[in-house]
């Protein structure tokens, strides 16, 4: 969604408000704003992304700004609904993230006291009303604006002749980042990891004063807050390109140390430290969107194995108004961000039907571990590229571990099984790292096949989802249609759809679907498909089958999708990179969904 950042310091604001906002672009990239408050309110903002911003605005001097980057939510992405957005009197300027979900009736009232309004935001309304009720101090006016709005929301607000910000957030990320001399806001704290690794994380209803050298925080009912800062360990180095042309590439290239990093320490403690201690469940319910719903459902197939507790997979909006009668004692919630707005609100929702509920996210002090009983970090470091890649094979490193972890408190692993299942961990990112090598060979392929306007994408059973992940990468970055299915539906109507126009990728490796997986590439080739297979090293059979393999290094099935959706990302790069898409940043997505 929206990127916000605040700056209040000795320096000059705009360079480093426009520094930090280009390290929240994957946040959105529709239109970009910036706010200088000081001596009067200088503003300027543009359709478009943030460079375009950058070329045209003047140099704005004064050392207290703000600055946005928008997915437009209310409102087309045009100039005038850019933000900051101001008052009538021009002295206020506001950014904000999320969506004031009553605005229509705000804004009604407001029209009729006389403001007059110069976009078509939601956001803007709270302008006004900070306007309105704006007698002295800006904490107080803010504190006042808030109690009319409902929605989600992070907000920041400078005023024209002084040296503060103020902000506040409900449901939306915002953090303060403590310098020398100076402090910043961000909605990430990737964007300030340049000038500072202190942070404090703003709580919902909370509201900030920010200045050069002070930052209070006021609780709901103006209560002063104090609250620790934290540091963070992420360098800026792991939040910048390092060579690579994408993100997305340098995210890829980090798997094996990202797994590696995801799994330390953890394979050794499980047994002394587990995740449940003395607990088990009957049932287990995953819940999470897009790439973290994919690795939801290849989780499905883990937990059964390993632990023998059924499992069930939802969509976080779906689970959300979903009947109570479907629960299970045992809630998994998985989000890289930690803050997608969907996700959050299924964790509440699950509390409150009193479940246990366990978070796996990326993104250390992020809202979902607020949310959740217990938090088992996936340490796959920032990522920066809209498409998730090291985090998805991350997240199946942690659901590798809370797999056996419940397999033992469920009594059902014996100690040789948990030998062979941590040995085959272990040897995950070199798994990985053979599929890296082999990238040139896939960018040969994804070239080859880069004039297709529909692809399809099939496994049997883990590897379904593992289809359905790549069909999504595909999409996403190549705005290729590519759609996946469990290969053994095929026949019950997505064969329709097949011809020697759509190329089909089939993983296809030697497990107890392989001969029915053969059965299915044949129902395609049959139909002149060209089939490109992810197979098993050494499988010489399949070949025979299809047009084109690429090959992972044989290791136990349950463990394949980990190296399989590495050459499934790398293909969906490939091909973007063919197509000359920005494959970074997708049209209409962003990287983290806050809205509903
Ligand atoms: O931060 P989350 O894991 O909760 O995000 C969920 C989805 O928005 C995300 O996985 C999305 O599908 C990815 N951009 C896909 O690459």
Request: hydrophobic content about 40%; proline content about 4%.
């Amino acid at each position: 969604m929206c990127g916000i950042v605040g700056y209040a310091g000795r320096r000059e604001a705009q360079p480093i408000l426009l520094d930090c906002l280009k390290r929240l672009e994957y946040r959105g990239y529709d239109s970009a704003g910036i706010a200088v408050a000081g001596k009067g309110l200088q503003l300027f903002k543009s359709k478009g992304e943030i460079a375009v911003l950058e070329s045209k605005m003047p140099r704005m001097p004064g050392t207290v700004g703000i600055a946005h980057t928008r997915w437009a939510t209310q409102g087309k992405p045009t100039t005038e609904n850019a933000h900051p957005l101001d008052d009538c009197s021009h002295r206020l300027a506001i950014v904000h993230n999320g969506i004031i979900s009553n605005f229509m009736g705000l804004k009604e009232s407001l029209v009729k006291d006389g403001h007059r309004f110069a976009s078509e935001t939601d956001t803007e309304v709270f302008a006004h009303l900070v306007e309105s009720e704006l007698k002295g101090d800006l904490v107080d006016a803010v504190s006042k604006a808030l109690r009319q709005v409902e929605g989600t929301y992070a907000f920041a607000v400078v005023a024209a002749d002084r040296s503060e910000i103020v902000a506040t957030r409900r449901e939306s990320p915002l953090v303060v980042g403590l310098g020398e001399g100076e402090n910043f806001l961000a909605s990430d704290v990737t964007a300030l990891l340049k000038y500072t690794n202190r942070v404090v994380y703003i709580q919902d209803d909370e509201v900030v004063r920010v200045t050069m050298d002070s930052v209070s925080i006021r609780g709901p009912s103006g209560e002063l807050v104090e609250r620790e800062a934290q540091k963070i360990t992420w360098s800026l180095e792991d939040a910048e390109k390092g060579g690579y042309p994408h993100f997305m590439l340098k995210e890829i290239f980090e798997q094996p140390d990202a797994i590696h990093d995801s799994l330390l320490g953890r394979i050794e403690t499980l047994e002394t430290e587990p995740f449940f201690q003395g607990d088990s469940f009957t049932s287990v319910k995953v819940v999470a969107c897009g790439t973290s719903y994919h690795a939801g459902l290849v989780g499905k197939y883990i937990i059964e194995e390993l632990a023998k507790i059924p499992t069930t997979v939802q969509i976080s909006s779906e689970y959300r108004y979903s009947p109570v009668a479907r629960e299970s004692p045992l809630v998994v919630l998985i989000t890289q961000s930690g803050e997608t707005a969907d996700t959050l609100g299924a964790a509440r929702e699950a509390r409150k039907r009193g479940n246990k509920t366990v978070g796996i996210a990326n993104v250390v002090g992020s809202a979902i571990t607020r949310e959740v009983d217990h938090v088992i970090y996936t340490r796959a470091g920032p990522e920066i590229g809209v498409a998730a890649t090291k985090t998805f094979a991350t997240q199946l490193a942690a659901l590798y571990l809370l797999a056996m972890d419940l397999g033992v408190q469920n009594r059902v692993l014996t100690a040789q099984a948990k030998r062979s299942i941590t040995g085959s961990l272990r040897n995950l990112p070199r798994a990985v790292q053979d599929v890296l090598n082999q990238a040139h060979l896939i960018e040969a392929l994804a070239n080859k096949y880069s004039g297709a306007k529909d692809m399809f994408f099939i496994g049997r059973g883990i590897n379904y989802p593992v289809a359905l992940e790549g069909a999504l990468k595909t999409k996403e970055i190549s705005y290729v249609h590519g759609e996946g299915f469990p290969a053994g539906e095929l026949k019950h109507g997505p064969l329709a759809l097949i011809s020697k126009e759509s190329p089909v990728v089939a993983i296809a490796v030697k497990d107890h679907t392989y001969e029915r997986m053969l059965g299915n590439i044949s129902e395609c080739s049959a139909r002149g498909s060209p089939v490109i297979a992810v197979a098993f090293e050494g499988d010489t059979e399949i070949a025979k089958y299809v047009d084109d393999t690429i090959r992972v290094r044989e290791i136990p099935p349950i463990f394949a999708p980990v190296p399989i959706i590495v050459v499934l990302q790398l293909w969906a790069y490939y091909l973007a990179k063919a197509k000359g898409c920005p494959i970074d940043k997708p049209r209409n997505i962003a990287k983290t969904v806050t809205v509903e």
